[in-house]
């Protein structure tokens, strides 16, 4: 597939980033950065910040959520998004991004798994972009804004399985590393796992598909210290109990439990500082019957 020229450059940068980060374990850095994991019910959000303020929002949950996602945004101080990640088109990830880009929050370049107008993104979404520049990525593809570092992981190619085909990236924040594998199943992390090896390895790990089973080898290549589980109510009982067994040795944040999370991540190691759970449970319950029927359609 054709390549656009930012990514051949970025590909060429890549390859330098990463004979770095075989050569030595991460620059060491003063940089502080925040994460804040957005309670968006069933569905995934994520804001990455540095101490400039540049932020990269990956994924925006259904658009019932969408202002939770600008309150979270206002209250980190973000008035405009260097980077939009759209990791599928499932609307538990897209439509709050919709959304946004509706209204008309500042924002400097999008990236999604899918060419533009590709029919697996709601033409709502395409329409929404309005001016804002759109980039299809590509496993190997890697982007910096501000000090954030954005490595693509997957896909190479499009399947007709949409979460399969999610757009997983890692992101290093200094000397941290965080993984979004967005919605991929088993299959496609052993794959991960075997492709990428130790260079998977992040101290942050956001769970699989709203905390669904997680492959043995994917876990063992990650080694995370914090899992986080983006999730809401759900009729398939998620997170899996498997996970939860997995994850009984590491710090586990569930947004269903603990809210719209803040992390910090500096040179002192990774902090929780702030959670605020059980945001508009009451209207979730209520809508949840609403959106497993829109669910059921769009899988
Ligand atoms: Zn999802």
Redesign the pocket.
């Given at each position: 597939m054709r390549h656009l020229p930012y990514a051949t450059l970025s590909r060429r940068v890549t390859q330098l980033i990463s004979t770095l980060l075989l050569a030595i374990p991460l620059a060491a850095g003063g940089e502080s950065y925040r994460l804040t994991l957005i309670d968006v019910g069933y569905?995934?959000s994520i804001l990455a910040q540095d101490s400039d303020g540049t932020a990269i929002l990956f994924d925006g949950g259904y658009r019932e959520e969408a202002p939770l996602v600008r309150t979270a945004l206002a209250q980190a101080g973000i008035d405009s998004l260097a980077l939009m990640v759209a990791s599928h088109g499932?609307g538990?990830?897209i439509e709050g991004l919709a959304v946004l880009l509706q209204k008309r929050f500042p924002v400097g370049l999008v990236i999604g798994n899918v060419p533009q107008g590709h029919a697996s993104f709601d033409s709502l979404f395409w329409r929404s972009l309005g001016g804002v520049p759109y980039r299809q990525a590509r496993a190997g593809d890697s982007l910096a804004v501000g000090s954030l570092q954005l490595q693509v992981l997957h896909p190479d190619t499009l399947t007709e399985n949409l979460n399969e085909s999610s757009m997983a990236v890692s992101l290093t924040l200094g000397t941290h590393r965080v993984l979004l594998p967005a919605?991929i199943g088993v299959h496609t992390q052993e794959a991960l796992a075997t492709r990428w090896g130790q260079r998977l390895r992040s101290g942050i790990l956001v769970a699989p598909?709203?905390g669904d089973v997680i492959a043995r080898g994917f876990w063992d290549a990650v080694k995370p210290e914090w899992v986080l589980v983006p999730v809401g109510p759900n009729p398939w009982e998620l997170p899996d109990s498997r996970v939860t067994r997995l994850t009984a040795e590491v710090r586990l944040i569930d947004t269903h439990r603990d809210g719209t999370v803040i992390l910090t991540l500096d040179r002192g190691g990774i902090s929780l500082i702030s959670r605020t759970p059980h945001s508009c449970t009451q209207r979730r319950e209520a809508d949840m019957a609403e959106r497993m029927r829109r669910w059921r359609r769009a899988h």
């Open positions: 569905g995934l499932h538990d990830h919605d598909h709203h």
